[in-house]
């Protein structure tokens, strides 16, 4: 069989894999550094002893670069921690401040508020016992509002927490003791799914596209579940399509240089079609014909096919088929040389399907042959288009 082919490409070079991951792992260390920088910043606020230094290696080797990442989310765990405890023992030094203070005829807050039960007797003996359930549950609190991150939020339900203390109604105590337990709470839920949204978002680090700032902006204001599953779908769905383009790029690179070393020629390169990034390379051994190799990146396929570039007999159009069909394969041949692995997944009989015609040719700028819309050249109908 020796018509139409398409070959299946994997990029499996360990050279450009490591590249990569090695240009996201960068990225992804410079976010950790931001990270960082304004955890440290909040720390200096309760002042906090500074945090072990993480260095930028020098040089950034593929071990560096790993063991950099590894520095930075420790250290970062470490911040997070330190700050949830200097925050709460802020909160907890203010809160025991308010609890001692007396008004101006001597008599503690706490003692302001009357009993929930009037009509109970050993009303003060109650009272003692509801305010110390009242605190007891306002400092269980306080420990999931040191947890939040965010000092405008942290700081609001500090003086919420503060208030509570302060009022004369222990009914309206435990009313206000509920909106501030339900507002921490649903706080630090928004703060995970934040943490889970950014966290995805590191994905596409490496990523300087419109629609990665965008996600990563998404990310940024991330407070639900349902936040975190979308941004987490279009996030893989970005990074697949990038690494689909990479890989064609990485293709299109080494299938230019295994041609020439085929005895190819390829004046004009690669253009962008409406199938992708299609080149029109002659032989001398076949005059009047050149063999179109098309690249597409959704599919991860490299589709190959005979176009006939004068008048030609359907006789002749077979020959060059057959003859070229050795050299086609040599090409996909030659780029698992490149790290580039390719398996043949459709092929046709010689003849089996018209071969495309253009009146010019793709040698010394006389035209591509590419499947671009130009002078005396057919555009092959998309089901040709895939062999």
């Not at 990442?69 to 401040?97: G, K, N, V």
């Not at 009509?119 to 605190?135: E, F, H, P």
Request: one cysteine or more.
């Amino acid at each position: 069989m020796s018509g139409p082919k398409g070959f299946g490409y994997e990029v499996i070079s360990p050279g450009e894999l490591r590249r990569r991951e090695d240009r996201a792992r960068r990225a992804r260390c410079g976010l950790h550094q931001l990270t960082l920088a304004r955890l440290t910043a909040q720390l200096a606020a309760y002042a906090s002893p500074p945090l072990p230094a993480v260095r930028e290696p020098v040089p950034k080797t593929h071990e560096a670069l790993i063991a950099w990442e590894a520095a930075l989310t420790e250290t970062i765990d470490a911040a997070r921690a330190r700050l949830r405890t200097a925050s709460s023992e802020a909160i907890m030094a203010r809160l025991t401040a308010s609890r001692l203070a007396v008004d101006a005829a001597g008599v503690s807050l706490g003692e302001r508020l009357a009993p929930s039960d009037t009509s109970a007797t050993n009303g003060s003996d109650r009272l003692a016992a509801d305010v110390d359930r009242l605190n007891t549950d306002v400092d269980r609190v306080v420990e999931v509002v040191a947890s939040l991150r965010d000092p405008k939020i942290r700081e609001e339900l500090t003086a919420a927490a503060i208030g509570i203390g302060q009022l004369s109604s222990l009914a309206q105590a435990k009313g206000d003791l509920l909106t501030l337990k339900t507002r921490a709470v649903g706080a630090l839920r928004a703060q995970d799914c934040r943490d889970l949204a950014l966290n995805a978002v590191l994905e596409i680090a490496d990523i300087d596209s419109q629609e990665a700032n965008r996600l990563r902006a998404l990310a940024d204001g991330a407070s639900t579940d349902a936040d975190v599953s979308l941004i987490a779908r279009e996030v893989a769905a970005h990074k697949a399509a990038q690494t689909k383009a990479a890989d064609a790029e990485f293709v299109e690179a080494a299938l230019a240089e295994v041609l020439a070393e085929a005895g190819f020629k390829v004046a004009e390169g690669f253009d962008l079609s409406d199938f992708g990034r299609v080149a029109l390379a002659e032989h001398e051994d076949h005059p009047g014909y050149g063999v179109r190799f098309q690249v597409s990146p959704e599919s991860g396929m490299l589709f190959t096919r005979v176009v006939a570039q004068r008048a030609t007999t359907p006789e002749d159009d077979a020959r060059v088929e057959r003859e070229t069909c050795a050299k086609v394969h040599g090409v996909a041949g030659r780029l698992r040389d490149r790290g580039i692995g390719t398996e043949l997944r459709v092929e046709r009989q010689p003849g089996e399907r018209p071969v495309d015609r253009s009146e010019t040719s793709a040698v010394g700028g006389r035209g591509t042959g590419t499947g671009k819309k130009k002078h005396g050249q057919r555009r092959a109908a998309p089901r040709e288009r895939s062999a």
